[in-house]
């Protein structure tokens, strides 16, 4: 089968930094991407992984393990606009997406 | 640039009754992709069209659920009859061939079968 595992929810203060997990076993693997997605909204692309390592864009940064099956999302300097739910999901084949769970990420003043 | 354009927006329908859904891709993404989200979870793919071919409808309820891309462009998504657990939203998505880790997605259509 194929399963992405995220924390159900998260939650920090502003200015601070979250790491959110995710853990994966599926069929086929061609990298890792990440959404947000605010109350009512559709998903919006954050980042992408297919090799091993950090990848930084602003505040926010993706870190994958091939080898670990494992990635993270890592926010930095939280503003109360961060506050959303955050999807992992597996690019399996060529152009197929399979999301995981979804962390809701809850930023405190 | 214009977006995944979505319509309805919401929708209420009874159990047992039939309902469709619209997508219009943005212009030049040959990939469009029909998912479910349920109330907090993750999105689930239903159908993936690449072109007007279907790529992968392997979780797509057949019995109930059909989909169309008619020349490659605009898509329709089809329940019928509806189950009071096809209650969700439905996204529409699209992207460029050969790059699926980034998918553009439309407002969704928010269905509440009664």
């Known amino acids: 089968g194929q399963s992405l595992e995220q924390p159900s929810e998260v939650t920090a203060v502003e200015g601070a930094i979250v790491q959110i997990n995710c853990t994966y076993q599926t069929s086929g693997f061609y990298g890792l991407s990440w959404y947000q997605q605010h109350d009512g909204g559709a998903p919006t692309f954050l980042s992408y992984n297919a090799l091993d390592g950090l990848e930084e864009t602003g505040r926010f940064s993706s870190f994958l393990s091939r080898s670990d099956s494992y990635g993270y999302l890592l926010l930095q300097e939280l503003q109360m606009k961060d506050s959303a739910s955050y999807f992992c999901?597996?690019?399996?084949?060529?152009?197929?997406?399979?999301f995981g769970t979804g962390t809701r990420l809850q930023v405190f003043p | 640039e214009a977006g995944v354009a979505q319509s309805p927006r919401y929708k209420i329908i009874e159990k047992r009754q039939s309902v469709a859904f619209w997508c219009n891709p943005i212009s030049g993404h040959a990939t469009l992709y029909w998912y479910q989200q349920i109330l907090g979870q993750g999105p689930k793919l239903l159908i993936q069209?690449?072109?007007?071919?279907?790529?992968?409808d392997s979780q797509l309820p057949k019995d109930r659920f059909s989909a169309e891309r008619l020349k490659g462009v605009d898509s329709t998504l089809k329940i019928q009859p509806a189950k009071l657990e096809d209650s969700a939203v439905y996204l529409c998505?699209?992207?460029?061939?050969?790059?699926?880790?980034?998918?553009?997605f439309g407002s969704g259509t928010q269905l509440s079968v009664l």
């Open positions: 998505a699209s992207s460029l061939m050969g790059f699926g880790e980034k998918l553009f």
């Open positions: 069209f690449q072109n007007n071919g279907v790529v992968d």
């Open positions: 999901a597996v690019r399996d084949g060529a152009d197929k997406l399979i």
